[in-house]
């Protein structure tokens, strides 16, 4: 039984608006009807895989817990980091985790915001790799290259391959090249893309860390070994992940090993790279138009025209190789050839101390979500929404009073010592440090519309006395 390991940590930022570091590309709905994150878990819920190890941060626990819960897939651990460190020792970390219940174990390691339309050639290229693990190789799966891809780094072969899903000899990783190298690459049959998924033996893996970064071991086994369970994930200890280096497996190990394998693979992949990896992988028309939400497209071609939020219409007429995502506090416009500069739009935004940059509007908690409608000096004013059976803290505020009207549902109330129903179209007042909590005892979402009013209305103006989420007094909401 081969263990997937599902890697989702990560945060983008070349699919801005749209993915940022709050809620980054593998959670949100690109292609298709699922997220990346639950595509990714779909693709391994079939009998020959075990249930996933999952790798995240705190900041995204909650949202990966909801999201596996909805395509009914269970994870065997959902593993905390607390702090990004790069897949290097997020990979450890599972490898370590797993040979402490099954020496035997045999890991597929693969990131979640990955595209892989063709499930079933993905699961047989995988088995087709089993051979060269079950001797003690290290296989890597390379993707068949389309056209010369600048945005990828390569894998240069022994000997072109094959067959389809023969594993073959890896003679060396290739940096990310320019577009004359890639095409020369293209044109000889040995080089595919790196896709970054990996299939091994857990005691493979781990002994090749012992041999090429040693001291990485012994600070990841000191995280597990000082981990704490929390509500159904495992956190891994703060103090020696800390001074672990920041790394990718191909650098700490991949590039070093002598025993590894490749399997090719021509069924389809993109790991969604850019706002035109989106438009390829989408569906266009005859024109390559590709539309989402409420767009219009009048006399365009190959373009992409995208409104991600609720009232929102984007409109484009005359356009070509043009991209267009607009959300209701951010709009990108760039040329389909630059689609690989939207992180530097990014950092400039950073750099300017603009929130776009890393936080959306609706600001995902592990009770619900919410969003602000208006914010002025002394009040804020935003609609919430919190999931059927889901409690925000015990809380109080220093410098705010709120009244909270519920518009959808019903909310149970508890402020000081009193406790009540309010339904749609009543309201409440929760006074200037008054201790309460708002609760969903229902079976359907509730939503109210919160007003807040004081000297200060930032969300760091709390205090918390319990959270059935185990949240201490830095976290929000």
């Known amino acids: 039984m081969i263990t997937p390991v599902i890697l ?11 993915s940022r570091k709050a809620y980054p590309k593998q959670f949100v709905q690109l292609i298709g009807e699922e997220t990346l994150f639950q595509a990714s878990a779909r693709r391994v819920d079939s009998p020959e895989f075990g249930p996933p190890v999952i790798i995240t941060n705190s900041d995204f626990r909650f949202i990966v817990k909801d999201q596996i819960a909805a395509i009914s897939v269970e ?16 990979v450890l970390a599972a490898a370590l ?10 890991l597929l390691v693969a990131p979640s915001d990955h595209v892989v339309p063709d499930m079933a050639a993905f699961r047989a290229a995988v088995q087709a790799g089993l051979s ?3 001797e003690g190789r290290l296989v890597t799966f390379g993707i068949t290259p389309t056209y010369p891809e600048t945005g990828y780094g390569y894998l240069e072969l022994a000997t072109p391959p094959e067959g389809e899903t023969a594993p073959v000899a890896l003679t060396r990783f290739v940096e990310k090249p320019d577009a004359q190298r890639a095409a020369e690459m293209l044109a000889t049959g040995r080089y595919l893309w790196n896709s970054g998924i990996f299939l091994f033996r857990a005691a493979d893996i781990v002994a090749a860390f012992r041999q090429h970064t040693p001291e990485m071991v012994s600070q990841v086994e000191a995280a597990l070994d000082q981990a704490q369970s929390d509500i159904g994930f495992l956190r891994l200890a703060p103090e020696p992940w800390a001074g672990i280096s920041d790394i990718s497996i191909d650098h700490a190990v991949m590039e070093k090993a002598d025993n590894l394998s490749v399997v090719p693979f021509g069924a389809g992949w993109s790991d969604l790279g850019g706002w035109d990896a989106v438009w390829r992988e989408g569906v266009h028309d005859a024109q390559g138009v590709q539309l989402s939400g409420q767009a219009t497209a009048i ?10 939020t609720e009232n929102m219409v984007v409109v484009g007429i005359g356009l070509k190789d043009i991209i267009a995502v607009a959300m209701n506090d951010a709009v990108l416009v760039a040329h389909k050839s630059r689609a690989q500069d939207v992180k530097l739009a990014v950092d400039a935004l950073k750099k300017q101390g603009v929130r776009q940059a890393t936080d959306l509007p609706k600001d995902h908690r592990p009770w619900g979500w919410f969003e602000s409608l208006a914010v002025g000096t002394r009040f804020q004013v935003k609609r919430i929404h919190v999931h059927p059976g889901a409690a925000l803290s015990l809380q109080s505020h220093f410098h705010r009073s709120e009244h909270w009207i ?5 909310a149970k109330v508890t402020v000081g010592e009193e406790t009540r129903l309010v339904t749609e179209n009543e309201s409440i007042y929760i006074p200037l440090g008054a201790v309460h909590r708002m609760e969903n005892p229902g079976k359907v979402p509730m939503v109210l519309i919160e007003v807040q009013t004081g000297s200060y209305v930032g969300e760091d103006d709390i205090v918390r006395y ?3 989420y185990a949240r201490g007094q830095g976290a929000k909401g």
Do not use: F, M, Y
Not at 406 to 410: K, S
């Open 8 to 18: 989702s940590g990560g945060s983008g930022t070349r699919l801005w608006p749209l």
């Open 75 to 90: 994870a065997e651990t959902i593993l905390i980091e607390p702090e990004a460190r790069n897949t290097a020792p997020a």
């Open 97 to 106: 985790q797993k040979l402490r219940t099954d020496p035997d174990s045999i």
């Open 132 to 134: 060269a693990v079950h």
């Open 299 to 308: 006399d365009c071609s190959d373009v992409l025209l995208r409104a991600d």
């Open 406 to 410: 519920v518009v959808e549902g019903t």
């Open 466 to 468: 319990e959270d059935i």
